[in-house]
């Protein structure tokens, strides 16, 4: 049945002139696989959810007005890295509306920690960089959100990031929040163009440095400078890439391996997501989690607890969605018993928290569903990862499903008037 809420919302606006009309005819339209259980494609919302209202809320502001901004963190494994899943999801989202092109958020420059980077933005560097990641069993440095760093001895070292899209245009920016180590003892961050900053401003209990520019850019170069024989280093934990457009801005957070556990002893995780003032934080872990032979449903339970009251302490009014792992083999092609196991956490966990959950491995098709994905090329050879088709699948899924919520809330206000 089609949903009739939304169509008239969507004639409505595309009636006034001075509103910006919908971007898509129909967007309900998606690909159709029998092996895909699309009646379970929906979020589940569990509470009063007074902060989805507040989300739909300043979604329809964007819409009708184009007035407001919409921040989204969304946090996972390898999954996220690439950016393909969150990547086509952000570009449904602010295309929803004409004008809904908030930036291109938070990233981090994976190429030079030596790691897969997104397509979306180009990085070069020069001089000696050293990283680590939150994987790591034997670690000796901090993290921050990202749960990924670089970092440096050597004041000469630079780091050029483009934004760049060549399927979609509207990501330049006039604001940079570079996160990084702050104190006497380290190397301080410069920006180029320098012609075009107006303002530097730190914010060392959050962790950050912002720089506003005269003009929207689309690249800059991060260079450091020593200003005593104190400073012996420099961190970059992330940069974020923002503007004072209204819209979406769609924030990123993706590390290969990641398991819940791994975003627990980042320690600057808080004060970072709250710099970030996320309205929705979307949490995609646990394919990690269950790809063991022994696995600890209590631990998992604890840790999901664990991450829950970290979200909540740097956003405490922010929406919040888990998201369960899709089917996958583990070693010697068996399909992996505990994802339905970890799944079954997750929404539970949801429930208590009385937050939201979307059940990707029930709508992919439950157990042994991945062979199928696999045959139509939506699952890649390890039969664990997408491919880039089946990745845009599944950002496709979660779109429809955050519109039917959305019309939802929609057909609710109407009724109201």
């Known amino acids: 049945m089609k949903e009739i809420y939304l169509s008239i919302f969507i004639s409505i606006i595309a009636t006034l002139e001075t509103i910006p009309a919908y971007t898509q005819d129909d967007p309900y339209d998606i690909q159709k696989y029998p092996f895909v259980n699309y009646r379970a494609n929906q979020l589940v919302l569990y509470g009063d959810q007074k902060s989805y209202t507040s989300l739909f809320e300043k979604l329809t502001q964007i819409g009708l007005k184009g007035e407001g901004k919409i921040s ?89 990031i483009r934004i760049t899209d060549p399927n979609l245009e509207g990501y330049d920016f006039d604001r940079l929040m570079v996160f990084h180590s702050m104190g006497d003892t380290y190397f301080e ?14 914010f060392p209990d959050q962790g950050y440095t912002l720089f506003e520019f005269s003009e929207n850019i689309e690249s800059v170069t991060l260079q450091l400078k020593k200003s005593n024989q104190h400073q012996k280093s420099f961190t970059l934990y992330g940069m974020n890439f923002d503007s004072h457009d209204s819209g979406v801005i769609y924030h990123t957070i993706g590390v290969n391996g990641a398991q819940i556990e791994s975003y627990l002893t980042c320690d600057y995780f808080v004060p970072h997501l709250s710099a970030l003032e996320p309205d929705w934080v979307i949490v995609s872990l646990g394919t990690n989690d269950a790809y063991t032979r022994l696995f600890d449903s209590l631990m998992f339970s604890q840790k999901i607890d664990s991450l829950l009251f970290m979200i909540r302490a740097a956003a405490p009014t922010s929406a919040i969605l888990l998201t369960t792992p899709g089917d996958h083999r583990i070693k010697k092609g068996v399909i992996n018993p505990n994802v339905s196991v970890v799944s079954e956490i997750i929404k539970l966990k949801a429930q208590e928290h009385h937050i939201g959950y979307w059940d990707f491995y029930l709508v992919m098709g439950g157990n042994g569903s991945v062979n199928a994905w696999h045959h139509e090329t939506l699952a890649n050879y390890d039969f664990v990862h997408l491919t880039q088709k089946g990745y845009e699948f599944q950002g496709e899924l979660l779109f429809t499903a955050f519109l039917k919520s959305y019309d939802s809330y929609l057909s609710n206000q109407l009724f109201k008037k």
């Open 72 to 160: 989204i963190v969304h946090m996972g494994d390898s999954h996220l890295q690439a950016d393909y899943f969150s990547g086509y999801f952000r570009k449904r989202l602010q295309t929803f509306f004409l004008g809904a092109m908030g930036g291109r958020g938070f990233i981090f420059p994976y190429k030079v920690a030596e790691t897969n980077n997104p397509l979306n933005y180009s990085v070069s560097s020069r001089g000696k960089w050293q990283h680590c990641r939150n994987v790591e069993r034997k670690r000796n440095c901090p993290l921050g959100l990202s749960g990924i760093a670089v970092w440096t001895e050597d004041s000469t070292a630079k780091i050029t």
């Open 189 to 202: 961050p410069e920006i180029q163009p320098s012609a075009k900053i107006i303002s530097v401003s730190p």
